[in-house]
T-cell receptor
């Protein structure tokens, strides 16, 4: 079975600080894609960042970066210079096929405070 | 790009009634997905279409559930004889056929079965 585990149900960070959200996954596949999605309160889910498992270089998107450890099956998200607009549920997900049948974790609720 | 549109936003129904939700994907996207998200959980894959063909259904999709995409554009998800356990947010997403292109999610339809 393919599973995604997010062990931090809630986290809080002060504005302008850095926070890291953890994610581990389990799959027997060798080729897969990993994603972090953001779901703001009462708003639609949007993609934050993605990583192809065959790429060793960690993905970055502006203030968002990942630490991908394939052997450990770990995929953490680092948010630098946190902003109030980063307040949201963050979901880690992965996909092994060509279609986007994602397996999601249970999410981490991030609160950015002044 | 008007985004993925879902209607209605909210639906309250009594147990045993039938309900139907609609999803309008981004017009140039030929793949359309349905996910279900219960409280405190991440989204779970239900089914997906490529054009008008329904290519895969999750075991979560019992025989009370049926999805269609008759002309390869909008899709409907019908739940017959609703049960309280069907209460959830039903999310629709779309993307082009390009390998693992990002999913674009709608705002979802929140179903409450009383």
């Amino acid at each position: 079975a393919q599973t995604v585990t997010q062990s931090q149900p809630e986290m809080s960070v002060q504005e302008a600080e850095t926070v890291t959200l953890s994610c581990t996954y389990d799959t027997s596949e060798n080729n897969y894609y990993l994603f972090w999605y953001k779901q703001p309160p009462s708003r639609q889910m949007i993609l934050v960042i993605r990583q192809e498992a065959y790429k060793q270089q960690n993905a970055t998107e502006n203030r968002f970066s990942v630490n991908f450890q394939k052997a450990a099956k770990s995929f953490s998200l680092k948010i630098s210079d946190s902003q109030l607009g980063d307040t949201a549920m963050y979901f880690c997900a992965f996909n092994t096929g060509t279609a986007s049948k994602l397996t999601f974790g249970t999410g981490t609720r991030l609160q950015v405070t002044l | 790009d008007t985004g993925v549109s879902q209607n209605p936003r909210h639906k309250i129904t009594k147990r045993g009634q039938n309900v139907t939700f609609r999803c309008d994907p981004i017009s140039e996207h030929n793949r359309l997905y349905w996910y279900r998200q219960t409280l405190g959980q991440g989204p779970e894959f239900l089914t997906y279409f490529q054009n008008e063909a329904q290519l895969e259904k999750s075991r979560l999709l019992s025989d009370r559930f049926s999805a269609e995409r008759p002309k390869g554009s909008f899709s409907t998800l019908e739940i017959q004889r609703t049960e309280q356990g069907d209460s959830a947010m039903y999310l629709c997403a779309s993307n082009p056929e390009t390998h693992n292109s990002p999913l674009h999610f709608g705002n979802g339809t929140r179903l409450t079965v009383t």
